[in-house]
């Protein structure tokens, strides 16, 4: 039996790559997006649903179960991006990027359980970044987020055991995607005390997306986990770097990551 598979945010970037890569595997794919008339060519139904707003949750997971019978798979991908002097952010902005990184995936997960729970079976991966293992500057709310939801899915997995439903943490590094278009920046205003120091942050930020590698791998490491047995709780999936970036922070005294990461950034 092909296993039914929901991705949110699976219009575009890794989440487009995750869908496309299982759909040729023989899954049965569903992906989600505000605006799914304008992927109307994509390889798998895009369905509507904006993980920012429970009700179109409820509604996209319930036409998935009640059209397929079950729900194997949930990949909480949609997420955004948000840059800027932590002082000079909005609070509006803030509150909005907690609610798509998140709030989203709690009320994604929230809502598949009792399904997963009535079958005996399921997997949740949760999408998060190698920026939320540690603070980055400019991006602080990010990491915030996104490190947020990687505590979030160690509570959870244990919570989930007696089910049978297993849940873990995917952390991309730097890859090739429209994230930068879509994210929140905080202007680089010139009467900012953070402007010199903002500004090339930003551009070094965007040279890494724009440099990044292949969204392929990030498919082929969702799909080697949905193989797999019993996941871990967390993979980090990315160059050799930012992998061993995280590896550096346990080890190090936290004043010399920090300098490290000051002088990788030039600040």
């Known amino acids: 039996m092909s296993k039914v598979v929901l991705i949110t945010g699976g219009s575009?970037?890794?989440?487009?790559?995750?869908?496309e890569f299982l759909n040729e595997k023989g899954y049965i794919v569903y992906g989600t997006s505000r605006n799914p008339e304008n992927y109307k060519a994509n390889k798998f139904p895009i369905l509507a649903l904006d993980v920012?707003?429970?009700?179109?949750?409820?509604?996209?997971?319930?036409?998935i179960i009640n059209k397929e019978g079950r729900l194997d798979v949930v990949i909480n991908n949609a997420g955004a991006g948000i840059t800027g002097p932590i002082e000079e952010i909005p609070n509006e902005e803030i509150k909005n990027n907690f609610?798509?990184?998140?709030?989203?995936?709690?009320?994604?997960?929230?809502?598949?359980?009792?399904q997963m729970r009535?079958?005996?079976?399921?997997?949740?991966?949760?999408?998060?970044?190698?920026?939320?293992y540690m603070g980055l500057p400019y991006r602080g709310v990010y990491?915030?987020?996104?490190?947020?939801?990687?505590?979030?899915?160690?509570a959870f997995r244990m919570e989930l055991k007696g089910f049978n439903i297993k849940m873990t943490n995917v952390a991309p590094g730097d890859f090739a995607t429209n994230i930068a278009a879509g994210r929140y920046h905080a202007p680089c205003l010139k009467n900012s005390p953070y402007h010199k120091s903002y500004s090339k942050t930003l551009d070094l930020m965007n040279a890494h997306v724009d440099n990044g590698s292949n969204p392929n791998i990030m498919a082929q490491a969702v799909y080697k986990i949905i193989n797999t047995n019993n996941p871990k709780a967390h993979y980090k999936v990315g160059e050799f770097l930012q992998k061993f970036s995280v590896?550096?922070?346990?080890?190090?005294p936290d004043k010399l990551y920090e300098k490290m990461l000051m002088n990788h950034y030039k600040l």
Do not use: H
């Not at 409820?58 to 036409?63: F, R």
């Not at 590896?247 to 190090?252: D, E, H, P, S, W």
């Open 12 to 19: 575009s970037g890794i989440g487009k790559s995750i869908g």
């Open 52 to 63: 920012a707003k429970e009700a179109t949750i409820l509604e996209t997971t319930n036409a």
């Open 99 to 114: 609610d798509t990184n998140f709030f989203g995936p709690i009320n994604v997960i929230k809502a598949v359980l009792p």
């Open 118 to 132: 009535k079958q005996q079976s399921g997997l949740i991966i949760n999408i998060t970044s190698i920026a939320g």
């Open 143 to 154: 990491s915030a987020s996104k490190g947020a939801l990687e505590l979030l899915t160690e």
């Open 247 to 252: 590896v550096l922070k346990r080890i190090l």
